[in-house]
């Protein structure tokens, strides 16, 4: 068969402007990893397969029309978070219009908990796939539709109604998943910008490999468990092969390891290190991970074979709302694993949420002022947002906090979508510009940030990457 898998177009809104910590510190092209991974799979099932990334391409619906023409598939699949699910829906629309025997299919973290609402919602999607996408989508497109019912995993249109078949379990043993197919993606195209550090590859040629799925933690706000609340790893081995190739084939100098939770398993984390500089690979690269999963030990050994930076989803500087946000760590812990990331020479970026249910004024200036106090590399505030499959999105249902299920809203970087107590809507937006106001231009953060800008050997090709983003608002 012939499959069309597709990233649906991602013009980042102008509303991100606040963000100052992405718009100067990184900027990154992403690869569709999830779409690399499905495309591997089926082509070693002998399917034709094209990998259209509309996100990098920028690629508007009329692209898309020509794409779709050009190629005229058998099937096209379109990967969406809950952001992009309009866009999915749109292309699924103009697929139909063009040849209504192509299949369409949509997976991905948002179809995973809104199925049925998403087939009904849009006609023109025949299934959803829930979870994990690889075994569904193989088997799928093995079988006749008479056997659908029989596919777990998928969300299907059969007769005029909408079948919602049982769960799908995960692959077990993820080394036997090909790497993702890179030769199908402009890799030209995947650059990390935004290098204030001298070891950020500013301009760089990007790659992200993941490393594990799966999250074993429970924290309220958060849809990681698309890919199952067991942590299922890749062995150290098949990992620093897929480096290998990404270095050596493709050029990458810059990796970010894509988990969750890249430092889980101490030991884990420092084979993989190890490894890396074993192996002689030359690559720099960052990751993200808890506060309470982070040690000196490693720290230093991560330091020492080219990690950068690390990103620490630190969410509140109030213990209630850490509590209730079920984080599992306390204040203390964060700033100790803040304090050994940056003696040992990393760049810190930690995330904050405001506008919880818990929140108040008071609450939310001692996060800013949290936020400050570990004076990490750079912070990043987002408003709070529910999304489907988590355990707020089941508290603002049952308190009818929601504003708005416009999907394309929950952005995390601009208006609140639910309405809290202690807060109003016009404030929880203004806090956003005032926690970056109060956490960027803070004398010693502003100078300690133009001191880099000095040193740093890229600052002429960073300061016109930067105009340029400013004048075509492309952040
Ligand atoms: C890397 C990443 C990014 C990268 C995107 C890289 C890219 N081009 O893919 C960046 C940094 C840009 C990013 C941005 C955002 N992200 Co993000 N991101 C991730 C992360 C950490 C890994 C994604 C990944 O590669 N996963 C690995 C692949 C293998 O898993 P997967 O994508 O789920 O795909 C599998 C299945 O879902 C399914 N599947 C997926 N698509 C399809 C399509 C078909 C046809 C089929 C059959 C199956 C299928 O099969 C795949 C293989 O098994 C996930 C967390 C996670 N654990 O997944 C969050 C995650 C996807 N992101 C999330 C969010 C919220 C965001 C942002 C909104 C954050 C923000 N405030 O800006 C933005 C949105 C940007 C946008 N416009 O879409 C949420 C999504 C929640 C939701 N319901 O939407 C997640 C789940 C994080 C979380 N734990 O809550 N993100
Ligand atoms: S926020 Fe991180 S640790 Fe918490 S559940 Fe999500 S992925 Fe796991």
């Given at each position: 068969m012939k499959i069309l898998l597709i990233y649906p177009t991602d013009l980042i809104s102008p509303d991100l402007l606040p963000h100052v910590g992405y718009a100067i510190y990184f900027r990154v092209n992403y690869p569709p990893t999830n779409l690399g991974y499905l495309a591997s799979y089926l082509e070693n099932a002998g399917h034709k397969v094209k990998i259209l990334d509309c996100a990098v391409e920028k690629y508007n619906l009329d692209d898309i029309k020509q794409e779709i023409k050009h190629f005229n598939p058998d099937v096209v699949g379109i990967t969406s978070n809950t952001q992009l699910i309009y866009g999915a829906m749109a292309i699924a629309k103009i697929t139909k219009e063009i040849n209504p025997n192509c299949l369409t299919i949509v997976g991905g973290s948002h179809v995973t908990y809104m199925a049925v609402e998403s087939l009904a919602e849009c006609p023109y999607i025949d299934v959803a796939v829930r979870g994990e996408g690889e075994e569904t989508i193989y088997e799928l497109l093995e079988k006749k539709r008479e056997k659908w019912k029989d596919v777990r995993g998928i969300t299907f249109r059969y007769n005029g109604k909408i079948i919602h078949n049982p769960d799908r379990g995960f692959i077990e043993n993820l080394d036997e998943i090909p790497f993702p197919a890179y030769h199908l993606m402009p890799m030209k195209k995947y650059v990390a910008y935004g290098q204030l550090?001298?070891?950020?590859?500013?301009?760089?040629?990007?790659?992200?490999?993941?490393?594990?799925?799966?999250?074993?933690?429970?924290?309220?706000?958060?849809?990681?468990?698309?890919l199952g609340k067991k942590w299922r790893i890749r062995s150290p081995e098949n990992i620093i092969d897929e480096v290998r190739l990404l270095v050596d084939k493709y050029k990458r100098r810059e990796i970010e390891?894509?988990?969750?939770?890249?430092?889980?398993?101490?030991?884990?984390?420092?084979?993989?290190?190890?490894?890396?500089?074993?192996?002689?690979?030359?690559?720099?690269?960052?990751?993200?991970?808890?506060?309470?999963?982070?040690?000196?030990?490693?720290?230093?050994?991560m330091h020492n074979s080219g990690c950068h930076s690390v990103f620490f989803g630190i969410e509140s500087g109030d213990q209630e709302i850490l509590n209730f946000l079920n984080k599992g760590f306390d204040l203390e812990r964060a700033e100790q694993s803040v304090k050994i990331a940056k003696k040992a020479g990393l760049n810190v970026i930690t995330f904050f949420i405001i506008g919880t249910p818990l929140d108040t004024k008071d609450k939310i200036w001692k996060t800013i002022n949290f936020a400050k106090k570990l004076k990490p590399?750079?912070?990043?505030?987002?408003?709070?947002?529910?999304?489907?499959?988590?355990?707020?999105?089941?508290?603002?249902?049952?308190?009818?906090?929601?504003?708005?299920?416009?999907?394309?809203?929950?952005?995390?970087?601009?208006?609140?979508?639910?309405?809290?107590?202690?807060?109003?809507?016009?404030?929880?937006?203004?806090?956003?510009?005032?926690?970056?106001?109060?956490?960027?231009?803070?004398?010693?953060?502003?100078?300690?940030?133009?001191?880099?800008?000095?040193?740093?050997?890229?600052?002429?090709?960073?300061?016109?990457?930067h105009i340029k983003m400013l004048v075509t608002s492309q952040y």
């Open positions: 550090v001298d070891s950020w590859a500013h301009g760089q040629p990007f790659g992200g490999v993941l490393t594990s799925r799966g999250c074993p933690y429970n924290c309220a706000f958060c849809a990681s468990k698309t390891f894509l988990d969750d939770s890249f430092t889980i398993n101490e030991k884990r984390t420092e084979e993989i290190c190890k490894l890396i500089k074993k192996e002689g690979l030359d690559i720099s690269w960052f990751c993200s991970t808890r506060v309470d999963r982070f040690t000196k030990s490693m720290a230093h050994i590399t750079f912070a990043l505030f987002n408003q709070l947002t529910p999304y489907p499959g988590t355990k707020i999105y089941e508290i603002a249902e049952e308190k009818n906090l929601f504003i708005t299920k416009d999907w394309s809203k929950y952005i995390t970087m601009s208006s609140p979508v639910i309405r809290i107590p202690g807060v109003t809507h016009e404030e929880l937006k203004m806090f956003l510009k005032k926690a970056n106001f109060s956490f960027y231009f803070t004398p010693s953060y502003f100078f300690t940030t133009l001191r880099e800008i000095i040193v740093s050997k890229n600052t002429s090709k960073i300061i016109v990457d």
